[in-house]
Nanobody, 112 residues
């Protein structure tokens, strides 16, 4: 089983990034998926979740700015992030909650 995140980087406030999570080794299209993040010195928090058939939910802090999606044909989940703020700086992880699988994380830094 592998979850591989990509797409992180350094971006200025107000900018955009799209994260990807490529999954392998399990039936991706049968499982709900989540994006979490962990900022320095803070606990890991749930950012967004998406059901196996595409229903989504978001943390209040990212509603209206982030969009979670998935392409079951590509075994890939995405997180489109717009209007990024310095407080979005964190390592972002993808997760299969019912199987407790985690990726290695991708760093997002929002700074001038």
């Amino acid at each position: 089983v592998q979850l591989v995140e990509s797409g992180g980087g350094l971006v200025q406030p107000g900018g955009s990034l799209r994260l990807s999570c490529e999954a392998s080794g399990f039936a991706f299209n049968s499982f709900n998926m989540r994006w979490h993040r962990q900022a320095p010195g803070k606990e890991r928090e749930l950012v967004a979740s998406i059901s196996y058939d595409g229903n989504s939910n978001y943390a209040d802090s990212v509603k209206g700015r982030f969009t979670i999606s998935r392409d079951n044909a590509k075994n890939t989940m995405y997180l489109q992030m717009k209007n990024l703020k310095p407080e979005d700086t964190a390592v972002y992880y993808c997760n299969v909650p019912t199987l407790d699988y985690w990726g290695q994380g991708t760093q997002v830094t929002v700074s001038l």
